[in-house]
């Protein structure tokens, strides 16, 4: 109890007291606390105590992961199942907040499970266990949700101290259990309330789930609740994560190339592409244009290749990313200018036309693409040239203004550069 009583005192002469010197000894204080052994039985007293205040949660809830992150092992075996019951009863006590703390929770029960084998942790893994929990305890599914969310991000956490060996054993577990977890995700994502964490989610187990055919994916019911949140206000930039990491799942998953993934491209092109006219919308609110302009910029990126043959479908991605192009926010158009630069190598590289078995036809098909995509650069250059000249009051430009012009002037010189590539230095 009394080393309870100092951190809480740590803690307020940290947030509150009025002199540097005493919150920098408190700080110092609670940090070194935070290394030594008993901070694992403090911090789960006080997290389970009524009468923390909001302060002490998330300083301890901190500790606690940190703890079963770096230092798992200092703990013995049989403290596993005492330790994991009292951060699950904990995320279960912050199921609908404090968020901050709900996280942390969530994480360390996350990095638990990378520690653990499933033999150790029961019930078949923590994903079964996770299933179990959720179908007999519904009033804990937002805080379930979030530990569905961090699971595969902990995979690849840098923070936790396991063995090399038991990471890739977790990771081929989870990648495993990629179904269990898309099942639950499906059978909460009709509650409105927990669409955006399921989509949060989803969009999570997407960067680590592999050998799920795009077949199976162009119909998938999470795909479908991503999609048919772009016709609606709410979660979209959610919907645009899903759809994000659904463009970059195409283009790294599958050993039959971009063919075997043309199923879940066709879909995904279609209903990105319903949303060109948004960007032009003076009512959009302008986080919401951000998120349809990086999902366009996605789409460039990932499938420049495709759009580089110049295929009618493809020259109508090319005018939705001239259309973000000429978008006034600057932070806005720059999102293409990536892509500007991969298609000009794309079209200009001789190397990328060896397939055409002979020189010749290689020549050919070079022309025949660059004077498809002579019209498109003409238009890039003038929607974009504008952004190098000199503002009128340049000479009243704050330090910071001036630095963000500067920056501007040099992305959009080469965009200009990589035009130049394509047209010829005559047209510019």
Known sequence: MELQNSVK???????????????????????????????????????????SNIETLIFCSQTLRSK?????????????????DSLYALLKKFSNGPPKVRTQIS????????????????????????SKEMKTHCSDIPGLLELITVLPEEVYSHKIAARPERRRQFENELASSAETAFGLLTACSS????????????????????????????????????????????????????????????????SGGVLEQIPL??????????????????????????????????????YVELIATGSEES???????????????????????????????????????????????????????????RSPFERLVSLVSFRVEFPQNYDELSEEDYKDFTHIRYAVSEVLVDATEVLGGKKL
């Not at 997407?206 to 609606?232: D, K, M």
């Open 9 to 51: 005192e740590a803690l307020t002469a940290l947030y509150h007291h009025p002199e540097d010197a005493v919150r920098t000894q408190a700080d110092r204080w609670l940090q070194d606390f935070q290394h030594t052994i008993d901070a694992w039985q403090v911090s789960d007293n006080l997290l389970h105590d009524a009468g």
């Open 107 to 130: 994480i360390g029960i996350a990095a638990l499970a990378v520690h653990v084998s499933v033999e150790d942790w029961g019930d078949g893994g923590i994903m079964n266990w996770i």
């Open 265 to 302: 491209i066709r879909v995904l092109v279609s209903h990105v592409m319903g949303l060109k006219g948004q960007l032009k919308e003076s009512s959009k609110d302008e986080e919401d244009i951000k998120a349809i302009a990086r999902l366009f910029a996605s789409m460039g990126d990932s």
């Open 315 to 373: 020259m109508q991605i090319v005018d939705a990313l001239l259309e973000v192009a000429a978008h006034p926010n600057s932070d806005v158009s720059s999102m293409t200018y990536n892509f500007w630069h991969h298609l000009q190598l794309h079209l200009t590289r001789r190397d990328l036309y060896s397939p055409y078995n002979s020189e010749l036809k290689s020549e050919e098909e070079m022309k025949k693409r660059l004077l498809v995509f």
């Open 191 to 254: 509650v409105v309330e927990f669409k955006e964490q399921v989509l949060e989610a989803f969009a999570s187990w997407l960067r680590l789930s592999r050998g799920i055919s795009a077949s199976t994916l162009a119909s998938h019911p999470l795909v479908q609740v991503a999609l048919s949140c772009f016709n609606t206000e709410q979660h979209l930039e959610a919907a645009v994560n899903v759809v994000s990491e659904l463009i970059h799942y195409t283009t790294t998953n599958g």
């Open 68 to 84: 079963v992150q770096r230092d798992f092992e200092e703990l013995p075996s049989e403290a596993f199942r005492p330790l994991r």
